[in-house]
Antibody, heavy 112, light 112 residues
């Protein structure tokens, strides 16, 4: 059974940092590009960042470029999202996805 | 960025009824490899998104054949024949041809 399990969310003050993790199992993680997608409360889905299967290529939406870093450890089958200089508008549920499969999501709240 | 315009924003249906959802893109979604990367997702209440259809018309395994996707270039449609209670939720189209990836605004399918 494929599983994507996010962790690392919570409440953080504006300007601070947070790192999300996504542990993958049930498929060959190292064969697939991965992405983070977020959903602000009561809003639609918004793509955040994508990383290639081997980590050699990364892409970000403009609003997070320079603040967020997507990375992966294929030996651990884990995807990461390092989020720096967090803003209130980053408040959302963050999902990791292989495109085919989605995690259950982790909530990030940026507030003082 | 490619804008995905999804209509209608909401649909009220009776069980057993058939419905269609439209998704129009601001640019052609035909990629350089000649494939068209247009997905349909369903987010059931309180759940993470689930992919139903990829590359316009290919059903993911386990998805009932009541669901069908069609379209080309910039104009796409999701059809649900004989709606069942488990089909209720918010449907999103997602283009995977261009970066950044972009979602439609969603169509909320509710019971009449």
């Amino acid at each position: 059974e494929v599983q994507l399990v996010e962790s690392g969310g919570g409440l953080v003050q504006p300007g601070r940092s947070m790192k999300l993790s996504c542990a993958a199992s049930g498929f060959t993680f190292s064969n697939y590009g991965m992405a983070w997608v977020r959903q602000a409360p009561t809003k639609g889905l918004e793509w955040v960042a994508t990383i290639s299967y081997d980590g050699s290529s990364t892409y970000y939406r403009d609003s997070v470029k320079g603040r967020f870093t997507i990375s992966r450890d294929n030996a651990k089958s884990t995807l990461y999202l390092q989020m720096n200089s967090l803003r209130s508008e980053d408040t959302a549920t963050y999902y990791c996805t292989s495109n085919r499969y989605w995690g259950q999501g982790v909530m990030v709240t940026v507030s003082s | 960025d490619v804008v995905m315009t999804q209509t209608p924003p909401s649909l009220s249906v009776a069980i057993g009824q058939s419905v269609s959802i439209s998704c129009k893109s601001s640019q052609s979604l035909v990629a350089s490899d000649k494939n068209t990367y247009l997905n349909w997702l369903l987010q059931s209440p309180g759940r993470s998104p689930k992919r139903l259809i990829y590359q316009v018309s290919k059903l993911d395994s386990g998805v009932p054949d009541r669901f069908s996707g069609s379209g080309s270039e910039k104009d796409f449609t999701l059809k649900i024949s004989r709606v069942e209670a488990e089909d209720l939720g918010v449907y999103y189209c997602l283009q995977g041809t261009h970066l950044p990836r972009t979602f439609g605004g969603g169509t909320k399918l509710e019971l009449k």
